[in-house]
């Protein structure tokens, strides 16, 4: 009896249990049921037409085309002839350097140019007088040579010898000084030339003129200020030229090509988005800290906002595909039943109503609807809330 009565308290304790999971399951359903629920909320978005586009981000900067400017010699600034943000023309002039010393240089360079040619002519008219002597005593030891061989008799062999050895003096004489007359009449004065091209530039390089049309970003001195020929002087932003520069993975770099599309976008200004296209991909490889081997692109950006700055940072994407301008819903509004596409939409009296549309396109985050609705129409889903 003992025994039986232990197994009939088992019984019912067994039952008790089975029915306090039973009620704790269905409990914990329906709780789990509620929070399901509670983390899933109706959306509701317009039809729309957008872009979509497929494509890699990479992280990059804003970099401006510039053009580093400095002057040729050593001096003290004299003059600035423009502000930073002045919009210049090319060939406009930046500033001036004190060139008194310059011109003074110039001027001693021309003189001693001028001394070395009246010098050259002075020696030139001299050596025609010399040459014009010899060769007249030439002219005469020869017609006396000449006699003396036409009458041999009348003088002795040693008078005939002495005169033929110097007539062969005065030749030789006069083809030296010939030669020499050649020389002179060629002498170059370069030395004296070059010193004054020397001197005639470095009084050309104490004007800084833009290479340039641009934007002048930057300016390193004031008046009165000394500047050297090995620092900058001025900034000038080329032809208002943006580009974007990035590192692209190997593993990715296969995929992207000189001219390819692409958007930037700027960390500083959200809500715009400027398209380029690429313009240099480099063909050596930068490793960074990682060990990753990347590549540096080069994007070319068209029509940059004024609100750009050099140094920005941004997000590059580059187009693998995109279609432009078509109806888009969002990704998770789209069933797919039996092979087929659906959507929930309010009709006009605002109930939900089950619509067949066919899909294109996708992102993974937006959906391209090819028929089945229609702009403005709005489209109904279950979205999981973000905890």
């Known amino acids: 009896m003992f025994k039986l009565k232990n197994r009939k308290v088992l019984a019912i304790a067994a039952v008790s249990v089975v029915l306090l999971l039973a009620t704790g399951a269905g409990f914990w359903l329906r709780s789990k049921s509620v929070d399901a629920t509670k983390e899933m909320e109706y959306q509701k978005v317009q039809v729309r037409r957008d872009d979509i586009v497929v494509g890699l981000d990479a992280d990059g900067t804003i970099e401006f ?71 007249a005593d030439l002219e005469r030891l020869r ?46 004065l370069q030395q004296y030339e070059l010193q004054v091209k020397m001197a005639k530039e470095n009084l050309e390089d104490t004007i800084l003129y833009a290479p340039v049309s641009g934007v002048v970003l930057s300016l390193s001195k004031k008046v009165g200020e000394t500047v050297s020929d090995e620092e900058d002087f001025a900034v000038i932003h080329e032809n208002q030229a943006v580009k974007a520069v990035t590192k692209v993975i190997e593993y990715d770099i296969g995929q992207i090509k000189v001219g390819q599309k692409v958007y930037v976008t700027v960390e500083a200004l ?18 960074d800290a990682s060990g990753l081997v990347n590549y540096l692109v080069e994007i070319d950006i068209k029509d940059p906002a004024p609100e750009l700055k050099d140094g920005m ?70 979205k999981r809330k973000s905890r």
Do not use: W
Request: proline share 2%; with cysteine.
């Open 65 to 135: 085309s510039k053009v580093n400017l400095r002057f040729g010699v050593r001096g003290t600034v004299a003059e600035i002839l423009v502000a930073e943000g002045d919009q210049i023309k090319k060939g406009a002039v930046i500033a001036k350097l004190d060139d008194r010393d310059y011109q003074d240089e110039y001027q001693l360079a021309l003189a001693k140019l001028q001394d070395a040619k009246e010098q050259q002519l002075t020696s030139i008219l001299s050596m025609e007088l010399k040459l014009k002597t010899t060769e």
């Open 143 to 188: 017609n006396e040579y000449q006699e003396m061989e036409a009458i041999p008799e009348a003088y002795s062999a040693y008078e005939r010898k002495m005169k033929k050895m110097e007539l062969d003096n005065k030749e030789v004489e006069y083809q030296n000084l010939v030669k020499e007359f050649e020389i002179l009449k060629k002498q170059n």
């Open 270 to 287: 959200p809500d715009e988005k400027f398209s380029g296209e690429v313009s240099k991909i480099s063909s050596l490889p930068v490793e």
């Open 313 to 382: 940072t941004c997000t590059v994407t580059f187009v693998v595909k995109e279609v432009k301008n078509c109806l888009v819903v969002p990704y998770e509004a789209v069933r797919a039943v039996g092979g087929k596409q659906f959507v929930t939409v309010l009709d006009e009296a605002g109930n939900m109503v089950e619509r067949q549309i066919k899909a294109g396109f996708t992102d993974g985050t937006s959906v391209e609807v090819l028929e089945g609705l229609e702009v403005n129409e709005t489209v109904v889903y279950l």
